[in-house]
């Protein structure tokens, strides 16, 4: 429940917030030690945020691109604005943070390293 709270956490985030590793320097000093007091390795954390963030990149309107998203958008719909591609993302927005903690807490049920020696939790806890 922490790990999704945490990736819920900063899906919200990322839609006040554009920069990924500006929000990654304002979190991390926080949650990296805050995660491994409990077991979790830094590289798990920085999976989780990676996953929140991500999948909230398409509605967000901080995101750098989201100006030529919408001016592609009016090439086919000439009424298309900031709110038409929010409404037409945010279903797919969702299904990807929902799928991704799925598959995450499928892979911590599992034991499979996350990377080449790299455990999720940290040796010895």
């Not at 929000?23 to 491994?36: G, Q, R, S, T, Y």
């Amino acid at each position: 429940p922490l790990v999704i709270g945490f990736i819920l956490i900063v899906g919200f985030l990322n839609l006040f917030m554009g920069s990924a590793s500006a929000k990654w320097a304002i979190l991390a000093p926080v949650f990296i030690p805050m995660l491994m007091r409990i077991g979790y390795s830094p590289e798990f954390t920085q999976l989780a945020y990676r996953i929140g963030d991500s999948s909230t990149n398409i509605i967000s309107p901080l995101m750098s691109y989201f100006a030529m998203i919408i001016v592609f958008m009016q090439k086919y719909d000439k009424k298309a604005s900031l709110g038409t591609l929010i409404s037409v993302m945010l279903p797919y927005s969702i299904t990807f943070l929902i799928g991704w903690s799925i598959f995450l807490a499928a892979w911590m049920l599992s034991g499979l390293p996350i990377g080449p020696e790299v455990q999720i939790l940290l040796k010895g806890m």
